[in-house]
C-alpha cells in the first residue's frame, strides 16, 4: 500500500467510527424521548381531525408494538412467451399460422413483449 493510499484509508475508517460513534448517541437520545413520541402519537391517534393523521399515528403505533407486517410481494414468475419465427422465405400458409399465433396471445403478453423489445433497443 502507498504512503497516500495508507493515509487515505486511515481517514476513511476514522470517518467510518466517527459516524457509528454519532449515530449510537443519537439513537441513545432518540431513545430517552420514546415516551414522548408514543404519548404524542396517542394524542394525534384519538384527537386529530385528520383521517389521514389519525391512521398514520395507528400504524405508528402498531408497527412500534407489534412490529411491521412482512412484505411479500406475490409476483408471478413467468418467462415472456416466444414470438414466433418470421422468415423472408415462409409460406403463406406459414406466415397466417405466425399471424394467427401472435394474435391468439393475451393482451398482458403482449404488452409484456413490447417493453422487453423497447428495453432491448435502448441497450444496443
Given at each position: 500500500?502507498?504512503?497516500?493510499?495508507?493515509?487515505?484509508h486511515r481517514?476513511?475508517?476514522?470517518r467510518?467510527?466517527?459516524?457509528a460513534?454519532?449515530?449510537a448517541?443519537?439513537k441513545?437520545?432518540?431513545q430517552?424521548h420514546?415516551?414522548?413520541?408514543?404519548?404524542g402519537l396517542?394524542r394525534?391517534?384519538?384527537?386529530?381531525?385528520s383521517?389521514s393523521?389519525?391512521?398514520?399515528?395507528?400504524?405508528?403505533l402498531l408497527d412500534?408494538?407489534?412490529g411491521?407486517p412482512?412484505q411479500?410481494?406475490?409476483?408471478?414468475?413467468?418467462?415472456?412467451p416466444?414470438?414466433p419465427?418470421?422468415?423472408?422465405?415462409?409460406?403463406?400458409?406459414?406466415?397466417?399460422?405466425?399471424y394467427k399465433?401472435?394474435r391468439?396471445?393475451?393482451?398482458?403478453?403482449?404488452q409484456?413483449?413490447?417493453?422487453?423489445?423497447i428495453?432491448?433497443?435502448?441497450?444496443h
Open positions: 500500500m502507498t504512503q497516500l493510499s495508507k493515509r487515505t481517514s476513511r475508517t476514522k467510518q467510527k466517527k459516524s460513534t454519532d449515530r448517541s443519537l441513545f437520545l432518540a430517552k420514546v415516551s414522548v413520541a408514543i404519548a396517542v394525534i391517534m384519538r384527537t386529530s381531525n383521517d393523521l389519525r391512521v398514520s399515528a395507528i400504524n405508528m412500534r408494538g407489534y411491521r412482512p411479500s410481494l406475490d409476483v408471478a414468475v413467468w418467462d415472456a416466444s414470438l419465427e418470421i422468415r423472408d422465405d415462409m409460406s403463406l400458409k406459414e406466415l397466417q399460422a405466425a399465433e401472435l391468439n396471445m393475451p393482451a398482458a403478453a403482449i409484456l413483449l413490447r417493453q422487453t423489445l428495453r432491448e433497443e435502448g441497450h
